[in-house]
């Protein structure tokens, strides 16, 4: 049995941000492609926790940070073996200056 996949509010929030930019910029159809792919990403994490690579950028912070990518986003997580999770903390633009991905909620 695979690990729960949990969304903090913060990358909620980032994911409806990214959904209302390109339904705004581009169309409705385009934002929910985006987001259910990147949805469906994160959920495959449940069966293979580690398969993204630890994120360099984050590596000073207690939590084993790791990384996949689905698109141009950078869904930013860690294994919360206490809980039994996965914890998904962000979702990222790789177009972005790499350094942003250090801010804090």
Same mark, same amino acid.
């Not at 049995?1 to 159809?29: C, P, Q, R």
């Not at 069966?47 to 950028?57: A, V």
């Given at each position: 049995?695979?690990?729960?996949? &949990?969304? $903090?509010?913060?990358?909620?929030? *980032? %994911?409806? !941000?990214?959904?209302?930019?390109?339904? *705004?910029? #581009?169309? %409705?159809?385009?934002?929910?492609?985006?987001?259910? /792919?990147? #949805?469906?990403?994160? +959920?495959?994490?449940?069966?293979?926790?580690? @398969?993204?690579?630890? *994120? /360099? %950028? %984050?590596?000073?912070?207690? /939590? !084993?940070?790791?990384?996949? #990518?689905? $698109? +141009?986003?950078?869904?930013? &997580?860690?294994? !919360?073996?206490?809980?039994?999770?996965?914890? @998904?903390?962000? @979702?990222?633009? $790789?177009? /972005? !200056?790499?350094?942003?991905?250090?801010?804090?909620?």
């Amino acid at each position: 049995m695979g690990l729960i996949i &949990y969304w $903090t509010d913060f990358a909620k929030k *980032e %994911l409806k !941000n990214i959904f209302d930019y390109h339904k *705004e910029k #581009v169309s %409705l159809k385009i934002a929910k492609q985006i987001a259910k /792919q990147v #949805v469906e990403k994160a +959920n495959c994490l449940s069966s293979f926790p580690e @398969i993204g690579p630890i *994120e /360099q %950028l %984050l590596k000073e912070r207690p /939590q !084993n940070f790791r990384h996949i #990518v689905s $698109t +141009n986003y950078k869904i930013v &997580y860690w294994i !919360n073996n206490d809980k039994n999770r996965v914890e @998904i903390v962000d @979702i990222f633009d $790789t177009r /972005q !200056n790499p350094e942003k991905i250090t801010r804090k909620k």
